[in-house]
């Protein structure tokens, strides 16, 4: 199997970063390059500027800047970096972006954490059309390896 462009898609949690690590260590076992990209929900951006009655484009440009700021961290901290190829923030519906941006980067694999920030399921989104996580297998015919947190140091 030739693995050598690999996405992680990370919305910077627990979990998605669990999966980095995995990447990692999968990337070098088969000479793959990284892809990390994080997708900011159009959806809430324009809840939090309504809330907050900002224009939607502050927002925006307020979110992708904290984005860039947290990749940067990401990878002054992480002893990975050398494998990255590019780091993206993307707006939009984050299914579509992560699946826009395998075709665009012609991706072998996406690997991505079970869960992100908002938890384990529950919202009324998720249980009637599924997690971002689904609607990616769902909609890409290349590979996805969805890593739940504490694997594989934890049996579930």
């Known amino acids: ?36 990209l994080n997708v900011i929900d159009s959806r809430e951006a324009k809840h939090f500027a309504t809330y907050s009655k900002e224009e939607l484009d502050k927002v925006l440009d307020r979110l992708m800047n904290q984005s860039k700021q947290a990749f940067r961290k990401l990878l002054n901290n992480w002893d990975g970096k050398d494998l990255v190829q590019e780091t993206l923030v993307s707006v939009g519906m984050p299914f579509q972006e992560i699946a826009m941006k395998a075709r665009d980067f012609q991706v072998d694999l996406i690997l991505m954490g079970g869960y992100g920030s908002r938890g384990k399921g529950g919202t009324i989104e998720e249980i009637f059309f599924g997690s971002t996580v689904e609607k990616v297998v769902r909609l890409l015919p290349c590979p996805v390896l969805c890593v739940p947190i504490g694997w594989p140091d934890e049996r579930l």
Request: aromatic letters at 8%.
């Open 1 to 36: 199997m030739d693995v050598s462009l690999i996405l992680i898609p990370t919305d910077f949690s627990e979990c998605a970063m669990n999966s980095l690590d995995y990447a990692k260590e999968m990337a070098q076992q088969f000479g793959s390059k990284l892809v990390l």
